[in-house]
Nanobody, 129 residues
């Protein structure tokens, strides 16, 4: 499995960025996909996830209403549209694939790092004030 993130960069507070994650080596449409981030000196943090069906999305409270996760199964690509960016969003952002294909979870499930078995190399997002 290979996950390659792109789209990171530097932006001023209030700006927008769209991250992409190109996936290969797995049946992309069968896997829940997620985004995590890690800020300097902090632990890895869940950002968002989208179910393999595409019908369910999950967000951390800190990004709800500002970030939108989506997927294009025809292109094997995951996206994260980030609007109204804040300096606190500065981090390395990682794309990840669920350990299990076709997993079903309860509504409001709290996705954890250990739920994901494949990871990208990360892309840096820096938001200046």
């Amino acid at each position: 499995v290979q996950l390659v993130e792109s789209g990171g960069g530097m932006v001023q507070a209030g700006g927008s960025l769209r991250l992409s994650c190109a996936a290969s080596g797995l049946t992309f449409s069968s896997y829940t996909m997620g985004w995590f981030r890690q800020a300097p000196g902090k632990e890895l943090e869940f950002v968002a996830a989208i179910k393999w069906s595409g019908f369910s999305t999950y967000y951390a409270d800190s990004v709800k209403g500002r970030f939108t996760i989506s997927r294009d199964d025809a292109k094997n690509t995951l996206y994260l549209q980030m609007n109204s960016l804040e300096p606190e969003d500065t981090a390395v952002y990682y794309c990840a694939a669920d350990r299990f294909h076709g997993r079903t979870v309860a509504p409001g499930y709290k996705w954890r790092r250990d739920d994901f078995g494949s990871w990208g190399q990360g892309t840096q997002v820096t938001v200046s004030s």
